[in-house]
């Protein structure tokens, strides 16, 4: 009765329930996931090298600040029903399009990176080429999608493959031998502040499609509506800590190699790493790890990408599935065909750091819009901190840009 009266819905069945839960972890997951790609573990271990245990209070502040950008997000999305692209054209009509635009670009060319990172995961653990390893690990994500319960399918797999990532790198952390007692100390007295090092982090927590998610998730598994709150709230946390729990064993397993007298290969920082903690075996542990890494992340950028396309067009959601198939198909031919095309992944850098802004922005606004959101309430707190990301990433994000514009021409 207490179910009843509280949300005003009949009870749930058992299989709803289970159904609901395994979508809130799902979506935890996703997003969890989608952010742990082969750019996470090379910019993990690049930033542990430089700032040594002081990095942790890079962690420490970044999971600050991706807390309060996540809850933002994904409270508005809950509350208003809506995806990011349609509370983006409700607070300035267009806006949508345009956020739509910079989601699709700009995960497009992080997926074949990421389709990249699963050959070379593949090559690494078992030795195939790394053209056929991606194309094998495209077969895969394809499969999940042709799935009738692709939804279903698609939260399984990434819980599964989030737990083994865990236990992974875990194990290198251990066997590296990191200084603890140093990281806990310097996480809360640094011997030095890199500004840049934070938004960078997070901006590839919580930048481009990836916030939107496992927020996008919970909307397709019909949690949504004021009354989910207490569950969105949770789930959006968890996400939070899934993927700061993978880059903080990532950091101290770094640390411990570091401490050692290790100097990483710039070309692959990561796989010096694991190479030098538990030798052949861990380089076969990092192989599987990127190659984990990249899966999950092409299945977060295709479902998260087309879902921002989705309320365009009624064929485009008639046929979502096969739209994010042609997603997956397009960035493997890309990266066989022609490699990672540098010069579009260079300018989807820069995209990536405005994205997050411009779609946060218009969060703070809509969460206040009662046309939007009714009578909810949203928070001062997370409107403050939702503020204070959005300005530090557009400031980073325009810096960017400009430093990049020469590159590419």
């Not at 919970?218 to 939070?240: F, H, N, Q, R, Y």
Request: hydrophobic residues 55%; aromatic residues 10%; proline residues 4%.
């Amino acid at each position: 009765m207490s179910d009843k009266k509280n949300s005003g819905k009949p009870l749930l069945s058992e299989k709803e329930k289970k159904n609901r839960s395994r979508a809130l972890i799902g979506a935890a997951f996703l997003m969890a996931t989608s952010a742990v790609g082969p750019g996470f573990l090379t910019q993990t271990a690049v930033f542990t090298e430089t700032l040594l245990a002081s990095f942790g209070f890079v962690i420490l502040v970044s999971i600050i600040l991706d807390i309060g950008a996540q809850l933002n997000v994904w409270r508005i999305i809950a509350v208003s029903g809506k995806r990011g692209q349609e509370i983006a054209s409700a607070v300035i009509p267009g806006l949508g399009i345009v956020v739509a635009l910079f989601i699709v670009i700009g995960g497009l060319a992080f997926n074949i990176g990421n389709i990249g990172g699963t050959g070379l995961g593949l090559n690494a653990l078992l030795g195939i080429n790394p053209k056929v390893g991606a194309i094998i690990s495209a077969a895969i994500c394809i499969f999940i999608f042709l799935s009738k319960e692709a939804g279903a399918a698609m939260d399984r797999i990434v819980n599964i493959l989030g737990a083994v990532l865990l236990v992974l790198i875990a194990y290198v952390m251990f066997v590296s031998q990191p200084p603890v007692g140093d990281a806990v100390y310097r996480t809360f007295v640094p011997l030095e502040l890199d500004f840049y090092a934070i938004i960078t982090i997070v901006g590839g927590t919580v930048g481009g499609y990836i916030t939107f998610s496992g927020g996008h998730r919970l909307l397709d598994a019909g949690i949504k509506g004021k009354e989910s709150i207490p569950e969105v709230t949770k789930t959006s946390i968890t996400g939070i800590i899934v993927a700061s729990l993978v880059r903080i064993l990532l950091f101290l397993a770094v640390l411990g190699v570091v401490y050692a007298g290790v100097h990483l290969d710039p070309s692959n920082p990561a796989a010096t790493v694991f190479q030098y903690a538990a030798g052949d075996i861990g380089y076969r542990i990092f192989g599987l790890v990127l190659w984990i890494a990249g899966i999950s992340s092409v299945i977060g950028a295709a479902y998260t990408s087309v879902s921002f396309l989705r309320t365009f067009h009624p064929k485009i959601e008639q046929y979502y599935q096969y739209w994010i198939i042609g997603f997956i198909l397009f960035s493997t031919i890309v990266f066989v065909f022609i490699g990672e095309a540098a010069t579009l992944l260079v300018l989807a850098g820069a995209v990536n750091g405005l994205i997050l802004p411009l779609t946060l922005g218009p969060m703070l606004f809509a969460a206040h819009n009662k046309k939007i959101v009714g009578d909810y309430k949203h928070p001062l707190w997370l409107t403050v901190f939702g503020a204070i990301v959005v300005i530090l990433t557009a400031y980073l994000g325009v810096r960017t840009l400009i430093q990049m514009i020469p590159q590419l021409f």
